[in-house]
């Protein structure tokens, strides 16, 4: 079983990077969909991006398009959000999650969650 534990999340301004890294133990990293998800206070967890098992394919919601990039490193059981022009709409507590999914942006369909890292951006 996949446990998945997140960090690189912290306070930044807007206009800001940050870069957010989920660390995957067990051998079958490589098997699984990978997605990042936000929630903010009082609101429903959202689809952030997703990054299929080889790498090859990415996905991102309209919000984070051009401005958030995700990857992965299968050799290091890795997978990274990089954030950039940070907006404070973009304060969330980000989760990260593994799947064997084909909806990359249905939370429904991922088994494995992290315990979130928060992210706050001040205007």
């Known amino acids: 079983q996949v446990q998945l534990v997140e960090s690189g999340g912290g306070l930044v301004q807007a206009g800001g990077s940050l870069r957010l890294s989920c660390a995957a133990s067990?051998?079958?990293?490589?098997?699984?969909?990978m997605g990042w998800f936000r929630q903010a206070p009082g609101k429903e967890r959202d689809f952030v991006s997703a990054?299929?098992?080889?790498?090859?394919?990415?996905y991102y919601a309209d919000s984070v398009k051009g401005r958030f990039t995700i990857s992965r490193d299968n050799a290091k059981n890795t997978v990274y959000l990089e954030m950039n022009n940070l907006e404070p709409e973009d304060t969330a507590v980000y989760y990260c999650?593994?799947?064997?999914?084909?909806?990359?942006?249905?939370?429904?369909?991922?088994?494995?969650w992290g315990q979130g890292t928060q992210v706050t951006v001040s205007s």
């Open positions: 990054i299929s098992r080889s790498g090859a394919g990415t």
């Open positions: 999650a593994a799947g064997g999914v084909s909806d990359y942006d249905d939370a429904t369909l991922y088994d494995i």
């Open positions: 067990g051998r079958t990293f490589s098997s699984y969909a």
